[in-house]
């Protein structure tokens, strides 16, 4: 059974930091890009991070130089530092797994940034 289960969301004043996780299991870890989004009430899922199984990334405009997606292969754990977090951040965070068609979703995490 695949399970994507991320931690580390909650409450933060403007200007913060946090570190999301997502531990993975039941999949070839070292095999997926993985990646995160976000969903802000009333909006679309958005594109925040990913990074390839070679370890190549790439951000939303929104999170470049603020967002660092990383992966532990040996955890089977990917992970997202958020500096500079701004009230526009806030959103209930993703993780996803994708191999060529297949893709999978973890249920969660609220991020919520105080102005």
């Known amino acids: 059974q695949v399970q994507l289960v991320e931690s580390g969301g909650g409450l933060v004043p403007a200007g913060g930091s946090l570190r999301l996780s997502c531990a993975a299991s039941?999949?070839?870890?070292?095999?997926?890009?993985l990646g995160w989004y976000r969903q802000a009430p009333g909006k679309q899922r958005e594109f925040v991070a990913t990074?390839?199984?070679?370890?190549?990334?790439d951000y939303a405009d929104s999170a470049k130089g603020r967002f660092t997606i990383s992966r532990d292969n040996a955890k089977n754990t990917m992970y997202l530092q958020m500096n500079s977090l701004e009230p526009e951040d806030t959103a209930v965070y993703y993780c996803?797994?994708?191999?060529?068609?297949?893709?999978?979703w973890g249920q969660g995490t609220q991020v919520t940034v105080s102005s």
């Open positions: 996803n797994a994708r191999l060529v068609r297949i893709a999978y």
């Open positions: 039941g999949i070839a870890f070292t095999l997926y890009g």
């Open positions: 990074m390839t199984s070679a370890g190549s990334t």
